[in-house]
């Protein structure tokens, strides 16, 4: 294994790139963070340098162990793979199952139609728009979380669902959604938000975080 630090390409508010703040938290591994701005120069995801790093132009991306690797859930199953403790995948294969479809069900079926590109094209109508797509997607959420549901998304454990979870509430409450119907998501979010690794890698408190936003 390659020893140098790995390198994450982050952007404070990305949900994506929290989602993997989070699992480098939760599994110790210390990394130099390259912010990307997705505002601002109209976007330095498009730049020619870090088209060179990821092509899809999107924020996370992580240099690691000699590879470069995008799209969250696949960052994070490699750092499952490599560094398995603390596990975010259990062993039993029907929790295992319950885990990722809850965790693909945040992360193509809710993200993706609230994320930056879509909101542009939506002009005037992207809060509403964002506010369709979360609320029909935390309808059926909040109804398989309570099959699921322990202290946290599966069970008692933290998993790769709670990593999903925490960072689609914060777009949901950025977006003005009322939360009110969704109890589960909502006390399973609090619960997490009180652990060490979902406070420090909260948007909140990046390095490339606005002043006016810093907590």
């Given at each position: ?9 982050s952007?404070?508010?990305s ?7 989070i699992a480098?938290a939760?599994?110790g ?7 990307v701005n997705?505002?601002k120069?109209?976007?330095q ?10 092509p899809m132009?999107?924020?996370p991306?992580?240099k ?6 995008s799209?969250?859930?696949a960052i ?6 490599t ?5 975010l995948?259990?062993q039993?294969p029907?929790?295992?199952a319950?885990i990722?479809m809850?965790a ?9 139609l609230?994320?930056?590109v879509v909101?542009k094209?939506?002009g005037e109508k992207k809060?509403e ?6 609320t029909?997607?935390f309808?059926?959420?909040e109804q398989i979380?309570?099959?699921t549901a322990?202290?946290?998304?599966v069970g008692d454990?933290?998993s790769m ?6 960072p689609q509430?914060f777009?949901a409450?950025?977006?003005?959604v ?6 589960t998501i909502?006390?399973i979010?609090k619960?997490?938000?009180?652990l ?10 990046q390095p490339d975080?606005?002043?006016e936003?810093?907590a």
């Amino acid at each position: 294994m390659a020893s140098e630090k790995p390198v994450l390409y982050s952007y404070f508010r990305s949900s994506c790139s929290w989602r993997v703040r989070i699992a480098l938290a939760l599994k110790g591994i210390s990394y130099d963070l390259v912010p990307v701005n997705l505002v601002k120069d109209g976007g330095q995801q498009f730049s020619a340098e870090f088209k060179t790093v990821n092509p899809m132009q999107q924020v996370p991306a992580l240099k690691i162990d000699g590879i470069t690797l995008s799209q969250s859930l696949a960052i994070i199953h490699y750092l499952e793979d490599t560094r398995p403790n603390p596990r975010l995948l259990p062993q039993d294969p029907k929790k295992r199952a319950q885990i990722r479809m809850i965790a693909d069900h945040i992360a193509s079926g809710i993200q993706p139609l609230q994320n930056l590109v879509v909101l542009k094209k939506m002009g005037e109508k992207k809060t509403e728009w964002a506010q369709n797509c979360i609320t029909s997607g935390f309808q059926a959420l909040e109804q398989i979380l309570q099959h699921t549901a322990g202290r946290y998304c599966v069970g008692d454990e933290v998993s790769m669902a709670d990593l999903c979870l925490v960072p689609q509430v914060f777009n949901a409450e950025r977006f003005k959604v009322n939360m009110d119907p969704y109890p589960t998501i909502t006390r399973i979010n609090k619960a997490l938000l009180e652990l060490e690794a979902f406070r420090v890698s909260h948007p909140s408190r990046q390095p490339d975080t606005p002043a006016e936003l810093r907590a």
